[in-house]
């Protein structure tokens, strides 16, 4: 919270010393600003926006292209679908292992069967056949 209130007092005290300041030497310093970012920046067209001096913001791109507009839209909808579709897969496997777990349970809970019946080869056949 400190943070927050010492940025914005020397906000404030910048935006207050540059309102102070001459107006030849507030054009250099745009002009400076301007020549800055032209050489920051690879082309004109790259920068979508660049702020100016007041805080506004001024478009310096064209509309963006047709594959941006569709990829944006697209795209986070594709990765919502997938995301769905991982947790329908991931709750399916656990409500199999659930029903594996609770089957075991039920087979192996039964006291009628002695301890060599479940090391029997046939033994699967018969839990198939006392099902149905």
């Known amino acids: 919270m400190n943070e927050q209130v010492f940025a914005n007092t020397l906000r404030r005290a910048l935006d207050e010393s540059a309102e102070r300041l001459p107006y030849r030497i507030t054009q250099r310093l745009e002009r400076a600003r301007s020549a800055a970012v032209a050489r920051a920046l690879p082309s004109p067209q790259a920068a979508l926006a660049v702020a100016t001096a007041d805080g506004s913001s001024e478009w310096t791109g064209g509309q963006p292209s047709i594959l941006y507009r569709v990829l944006s839209t697209v795209l986070p909808m594709l990765l919502v679908a997938a995301a769905l579709y991982g947790i329908a897969l991931w709750d399916d496997a656990q409500r199999a292992a659930d029903t594996a777990d609770i089957d075991a349970e039920l087979v192996l809970g ?15 056949v018969y839990l198939r056949n006392t099902r149905q």
């Open 110 to 124: 039964d006291d009628d069967l002695p301890v060599s019946a479940y090391a029997d080869k046939g033994f699967g």
